[in-house]
């Protein structure tokens, strides 16, 4: 059975442009958020969405820049790895703490000539897919007291998956709402390595 990917993009009204230029690209569904909810009730909107569309949901936020060849790569990975929670993000400066970790098992993924990395958060809500048969779970298990990235994550429990080489960058613009922890964000936020 041929796999089949959809992609929606959560975005904020301030970077509503940013938004519609990403669906334009990916033929995506759009899912703004007009009145500041925030980023954990977006991407769980998006997550019912993708939960009553029957495949793969690739989620995007507005300021993902995706890499030539993103959607093929795309494919790619998900026919690779159906059942398995993929970030194709994977960046630098936030959050800090798994900064030491991330450079590590890129050196020793260098090293064994692997693809991917593993981690056992998600800690990126930039570009993900949850696996189809995961997303009610996920939904079930929703914290909306976490941070989006870590209520996907959490909720969906197990390693996710992390391509050495992203297949989107991030604009790392200022924030559009309060960090949850208080904590400025003023480390540089970009792709560890992107592909291409």
């Given at each position: 059975m041929e796999t089949q990917v959809k992609f929606v993009v959560v975005g904020h009204h301030k970077r509503i442009d940013a938004a519609k230029g990403l669906c334009g690209i990916l033929d995506a569904h759009m899912l703004?958020?007009?009145e500041d909810h925030g980023a954990n009730w977006n991407h769980r909107r998006a997550l019912e969405w993708a939960n009553e569309q029957g495949c793969h949901v690739v989620v995007l936020e507005d300021d993902a820049l995706p890499v030539e060849g993103f959607i093929s790569s795309v494919y790619d990975w998900i026919e690779r790895y159906?059942?398995?929670?993929?970030?194709?993000?994977?960046?630098?400066?936030?959050?800090p703490q798994y900064q030491l970790e991330i450079a590590s098992k890129l050196i020793a993924a260098d090293k064994s000539r692997a693809e991917f990395i593993m981690l056992t958060r998600l800690i990126h809500g930039v570009c993900y897919c949850v696996p189809p048969k995961h997303i009610q779970k996920v939904l079930d298990k929703w914290s909306h007291s976490k941070a989006a990235d870590y209520a996907v994550g959490d909720a969906h429990g197990g390693p996710v998956i992390y391509p050495c080489y992203s297949l989107v960058d991030h604009a790392d613009g200022q924030p559009v709402e309060p960090a949850r922890d208080k904590q400025p964000r003023t480390e540089r936020r970009?792709?560890?390595r992107l592909y291409g």
């Open positions: 703004i958020d007009y159906p059942d398995s929670l993929i970030s194709f993000y994977l960046g630098t400066g936030r959050p970009k792709a560890w």
